[in-house]
């Protein structure tokens, strides 16, 4: 099929140094939270975005040597010839489909507090690492022949990486991640000899490291480099103008620069802080002082944009992590005309979160994200149906969507009955909430796709009964019916139930079905994810007074995981939002107003009154598991109903993410008829290769 003429230069092919770039679909180096320890699931993931058509695949960031590791997160290793093997897995997978590979080649630094190898730090100046935890390590400054040094390691791995085949090699110098960017920003380097100073002295590592990479490997190998062009600090950090001027001065010396912004929170923004392409001002202008190819980000789903940032000089190439993570067979969609079969990011970053607590990567819009090898899933195929022939799925939420979805896909005759008028169960609720708009896209993609399928049939407006069930006669019935917020304050803190007084009080369901509280306003928050914010944001919207009250140390405190959590308490405190840590909300003397309730606190008891007209407890849901007792209770009669199982997913099952219940709807439909031995672990496992034994007799 032609590719339609707008998006033609999509699909361009693009010289970057030695190497061509088959088009403009770039996916640019991401971490997963996968790395050195799980290899094959790794490249299978990278594997699968050459199949679907980036012409560019890159690796996260890959340590070059050990006296900069950033244990305890997983990320790639380039230490010595004993990586090779895992590098050219990834390669060969890339290859495999005529992409090219690249390798992001990091010597962290000050941000690599060398936990593992227990080396010292190295960085620009002596001061504390720079890391999420702030561990109490300091780096220290390096000396002449610590930098000669470290570009001879860089050197070497450069090498390595020409060995094991990659094709685009980079100096990393961005994220706030890269030694390189350490020296640039006056905020880290102090120096006074010729790498401090001035800018020209600042960039010298850079510039070295560029040389020395396009020296070692340039004759087959593109040398990118990766470059954060705003700190978003002014003149006190990295800013534009200094970059721009560092752009007429070096703009030729790399085959290709990928630009960012220096902190991965502020590049990789939810789509609650951040739009698509909300990167343009800052990457604005660099291209024009090169003619070397630039490639930025944007969380770029829509190929009118894409094509509109070639057209206006911004890019060359469309650079994307989390877009080619939702869905990674974009490219592969736009070039055959399915616009409408594209998962859209929708900017969560529950993958970021994968990375940051150091699990396999998953993906809100991509259930098969991470499980490409471990369970052989593939995003785009599904096996065809087994010897069962229908289902119901009660529940149309994001668990009873996608199940619908997957089923339709192997060919069930599929019922998908949802109680509410519309789809979309609390995507479709919370997605109305300010800043998470973008979450409809989770219920818009498997709406597109459940409608060309014939064999799914979807009712709205009818709530299913037991009777019901019986009377349909599914082999299979599925209950996808959902969580409610509890009222009774039980959380992480309360495990006892608490009376609050029902006039004043609300849960989140209250306010999704309209039932708006006003006045003063306390939001208790002991979900600790982003729910509890959003609200207060909403109250305080609608002109009421609100405190935030949580027992964590921070407001959203999970949100660390999703990079947000700084944004969202600047934001709730700019707002006026009053925010209390650090205790636990309890009834009072039941009856407000005539008593309120009051907080206490979590270490010193010291007991708060808290004045307020309302209270929103958002602290833990019940599943909505009522259908399944009921069905339990007649038993008996669904052999004549001809029903074979009974089976809860998502929320209803166990309240969790929303990416939690798009992978529980899909795994039912990929387990559906498979025989499943519950003693065998359901998914491989690549375990590292174990030394030969010592002899423990003399080996010390
Ligand atoms: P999940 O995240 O697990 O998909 P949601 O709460 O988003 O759960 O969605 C559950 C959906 O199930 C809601 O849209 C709700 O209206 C619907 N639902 C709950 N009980 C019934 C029922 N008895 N019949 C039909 N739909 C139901
Ligand atoms: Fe996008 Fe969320 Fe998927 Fe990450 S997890 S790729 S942000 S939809």
Redesign the pocket.
């Known amino acids: 099929m032609e590719v339609d003429e707008r998006y033609k230069i999509l699909f361009e092919p693009l010289k970057i140094g030695p190497v061509v770039a088959p088009n403009r679909f770039y996916q640019v180096p991401h971490c997963n939270g996968m790395g050195y320890r799980d290899v094959t699931s790794m490249a299978a993931l990278r594997a699968i975005k050459a199949e679907g058509g980036w012409g560019v695949v890159c690796t996260e960031q890959v340590e070059i040597h050990h006296t900069s590791e950033i244990t305890p997160y997983i990320e790639l290793r380039i230490w010595d010839d004993k990586d090779l093997p895992v590098l050219s897995r990834i390669t060969n997978a890339v290859h495999t489909h005529g992409s090219l590979a690249g390798i992001e080649l990091a010597y962290n630094g000050m941000n690599a507090p060398n936990l593992y190898s227990r080396e010292v730090p190295l960085g620009p100046s002596d001061l504390p690492t720079y890391t999420f935890s702030n561990e109490p390590v300091q780096a220290r400054a390096m000396t002449k022949r610590d930098i000669t040094n470290l570009r001879r390691w860089h050197r070497n791995a450069a090498l390595r990486s020409k060995a094991a085949g990659f094709d685009i090699v980079y100096v990393y110098g961005a994220h706030g991640l890269g030694a390189p960017q350490h020296f640039l920003s006056r905020r880290y380097n102090q120096r006074t000899d010729e790498y401090g100073g001035s800018l020209k002295n600042r960039a010298r590592l850079l510039i070295e490291l560029i040389e020395d990479t396009k020296e070692a490997v340039g004759d087959t190998c593109a040398v990118a480099c990766r470059i954060g062009v705003d700190e978003l600090l002014g003149e006190e950090g990295i800013h534009r103008e200094e970059m721009l001027e560092l752009f007429n001065e070096i703009g030729e010396l790399p085959d290709l620069w990928d630009l960012t912004l220096c902190s991965w929170d502020i590049d990789s923004r939810t789509s609650r802080f951040g739009e698509e392409g909300h990167q343009e001002p800052f990457v604005t202008g660099f291209k024009q002082l090169t003619s070397k190819p630039v490639v930025g980000v944007g969380r770029f789903t829509s190929p009118d944009a894409m094509v509109s940032q070639i057209r206006r000089g911004v890019l060359d190439l469309i650079g994307a992590a989390r877009p080619s993570i939702a869905d990674p067979f974009l490219p592969k969609k736009i070039a055959e005309d399915r616009l409408e079969d594209i998962r859209e990011c929708i900017g969560c970053n529950i993958c970021v979160s994968g990375d940051m607590t150091m699990s396999p990567i998953r993906c809100t819009q991509n259930p098969t994200m991470g499980e490409e090898w471990r369970k052989g899933w593939h995003p785009e195929k599904i096996h065809g149906k087994g010897k069962s022939e229908s289902v119901l799925i009660?529940?149309?939420?994001?668990?009873?969507?996608e199940c619908a979805r997957a089923l339709g896909r192997r060919g069930y005759q599929v019922t998908l009955?949802?109680?509410?008028k519309e789809?979309?169960?609390?995507?479709?609720?919370e997605s109305r909430l300010p800043g998470l708009s973008a979450w409809n896209r989770v219920l818009d993609y498997r709406l597109g796709q459940i409608r060309q399928m014939d064999n799914v049939e979807t009712y709205l407006g009818?709530?299913?009964?037991v009777e019901d069930i019986l009377e349909f006669g599914s082999e299979h019935v599925v209950l996808?019916?959902?969580?409610r917020w509890r009222n009774d304050g039980v959380g992480r803190h309360h495990l006892i139930p608490q009376k609050f007084p029902e006039a004043n009080t609300y849960t989140p369901d209250d306010i999704f079905a309209g039932r708006l509280p006003s006045g003063k306003v306390v939001i208790y928050d002991d979900d600790h994810f982003y729910l509890g914010g959003v609200l207060a944001e909403l109250c305080q919207k609608n002109g009421c007074e609100v405190t935030l009250v949580t027992p964590a140390a921070l407001v959203s405190s999970w949100t660390v995981h999703t990079l947000e959590q700084e944004m969202i308490e600047a934001d709730l405190l700019k707002k006026g939002i009053r925010i209390v840590t650090r205790h636990v909300v309890h009834p009072g003397k039941i009856l407000i107003p005539e008593s309120e309730p009051y907080a206490v606190h979590i270490y010193t008891k010291e007991v708060k009154i808290l004045e307020c007209d309302a209270l929103v407890l958002v602290t833990a849901r019940l599943p909505?598991a009522g259908?399944e007792s009921a069905l339990e209770q007649v038993r008996d009669s669904w052999d004549d109903a001809g029903i074979k199982s009974v089976t809860r997913?998502?929320?209803?099952?166990a309240?969790a993410t929303?990416a939690a219940?798009v992978y529980?709807?899909h795994r039912y439909a990929r387990e559906l008829d498979e025989e499943i031995d519950p003693d065998e672990v359901p998914f491989e496992r690549e375990l590292t290769a174990i030394a030969p034994e010592p002899d423990w007799k003399t080996f010390w």
Do not use: Y
Not at 480 to 483: F, K, L, M, V
């Open positions: 009660i529940g149309g939420g994001p668990a009873g969507m009955a949802e109680k509410n789809l979309g169960g609390r995507v479709t609720q009818s709530e299913v009964t996808a019916t959902g969580s909505n259908l997913i998502g929320d209803s099952l309240p929303i219940a529980s709807g």
